[in-house]
């Protein structure tokens, strides 16, 4: 069974760093694309950063310039978060997508509080 196993979520003061990893739990093939979502209480999940299988990256306006999504290898990646705010509070969630599969982590919580 394929598991995403997210890290690096926390407490941070505005302005603050914190770098989130997923790591997959198995080597899948024909991978589409890798990316990081968030669901803040009462809203909809939403995109934040996805990475295709050929390096191609792609960012919510509201991240833009502040997040960076990388790739170490085919089995994990990274979401380095720089200038946080309040309203980058959230659950985020991992997602792989393959030819013929979507998987999605437990989530970790990113809480920006002074």
């Known amino acids: 069974q394929v598991q995403l196993v997210e890290s690096g979520g926390g407490l941070v003061q505005p302005g603050g760093s914190l770098r989130l990893s997923c790591t997959v739990s198995?080597?899948?093939?024909?991978?589409?694309?890798m990316g990081w979502y968030r669901q803040a209480p009462g809203k909809e999940r939403e995109l934040v950063a996805t990475?295709?299988?050929?390096?191609?990256t792609n960012y919510a306006d509201s991240v833009q310039g502040r997040f960076t999504i990388s790739r170490d290898n085919v089995r994990k990646i990274n979401l380095q978060m720089n200038s946080l705010k309040p309203e980058d509070t959230a659950v985020y969630y991992c997602?792989?997508?393959?030819?013929?599969?979507?998987?999605w982590g437990q989530g970790t919580q990113v809480t920006v509080s002074s």
């Open positions: 198995q080597r899948l093939f024909n991978i589409n694309v």
């Open positions: 997602n792989v997508d393959t030819w013929s599969d979507n998987y």
């Open positions: 990475i295709t299988a050929d390096g191609r």
